[in-house]
């Protein structure tokens, strides 16, 4: 069943998060089938006060996104991720589906 990457966080060095972070996640990303549902550096919020920086990445399965948030090769790209960023975190849900239809 597809289940969703949710990334949010505050980009403290956008430069270095476009040139260094973004291209190295890419054939990461490929590996595992994953791919980009949404991204936004500066989210409208429409409650609270989460960080503006918002990605959604959708994959096959939930294995599939285990396999890239553990895969050894993106370690130091989150690593890396990390450190251009506050307020990170990251979640995984899977899709809903209406029981029944």
Excluded: C
């Excluded at 969703?4 to 260094?20: A, M, N």
Aim: no cysteine.
């Amino acid at each position: 069943m597809t289940a969703y990457y949710i990334l949010s966080h505050t980009i403290v060095d956008v430069d270095r998060y476009q040139k260094e972070y973004i291209p190295g996640t890419w054939p990461i990303l490929n590996k595992h089938k994953g791919e980009i549902v949404a991204v936004s550096l500066n989210a409208e919020v429409l409650q609270g006060n989460p960080p503006g920086g918002i990605i959604i990445l959708r994959f096959p399965s939930a294995e599939a996104v285990r396999a890239f948030a553990y895969d050894p090769d993106y370690q130091p790209l989150k690593q890396l991720r990390l450190t251009l960023t506050k307020d990170a975190s990251a979640v995984m849900v899977p899709e809903f589906k209406i029981p029944g239809s």
